[in-house]
């Protein structure tokens, strides 16, 4: 039976995650909405957090950067100081979007780069003795954004949390990673195909949702 996969990105730093989400409001870098822009952003590092990522830190360094902005264009315009050419070279908002404008130039270079190294390697024959590997049936593949990976998780942790203050009672923590891929594994063997969801019916608590998550 072939491996069941979840495409899930995963962002090099923060500026590679703010890009991403910069080109989902399909705007200008200059135009960009930062309250939304601050929302989306500190969602994903929660998730992050609760999965215990190592690389969490830089990205809740830059979620408290976004939280200022957005605390700054929530005020009331009278409230709000006045921008004049110095304020500008320290404002927040100005100072990202300037990082974001270099970020963008570097990765597009990158990308360029990576390009006609494919197109370079397509001149040359396969070596000798190589074996081709046949790509997962697209009917094996879950596709879906970031987004909705990180919105039905912590939907699930959500409803387990709520069910827990209601009895009253603090589940102990009996699954390990390696468990659940075990587990995953018999259920799709049995199955064949399972939903996103479906994969934590029965979880009892925070800890087996994420045990869950990570053994996908």
Do not use: H
């Amino acid at each position: 039976m072939p491996d069941f996969k979840i495409q899930f990105k995963v962002f090099e730093g923060p500026m590679d995650l703010l890009l991403f989400l910069v080109k989902k409001q399909e705007v200008d870098i200059y135009e960009v909405n930062m309250t939304r822009l601050a929302a989306q952003f500190i969602e994903y590092v929660e998730l992050m957090k609760q999965l215990d990522l190592e690389q969490a830190g830089e990205f809740i360094v830059m979620a408290s950067t976004l939280m200022y902005i957005k605390s700054r264009e929530l005020l009331p315009v009278d409230e709000q100081v006045e921008d004049t050419e110095d304020d500008d070279a320290a404002d927040p908002r100005w100072d990202l979007i300037r990082r974001l404008v270099e970020f963008k130039r570097f990765k597009d270079a990158s990308d360029d780069l990576q390009r006609l190294e494919i197109e370079r390697e397509k001149v040359y024959t396969r070596r000798p003795g190589s074996i081709p590997i046949d790509p997962l049936p697209m009917g094996n593949r879950l596709e879906a954004s970031i987004f909705d990976l990180v919105g039905a998780v912590n939907e699930l942790l959500r409803r387990v949390a709520e069910r827990e203050a209601a009895k009253g009672e603090i589940v102990e923590d009996r699954w390990s990673i390696s468990e659940k891929i075990v587990a995953i594994r018999e259920r799709l063997g049995q199955a064949g195909r399972l939903k996103f969801s479906e994969l934590f019916d029965g979880a009892r608590s925070r800890g087996e949702v994420v045990a869950t998550f990570l053994a996908l």
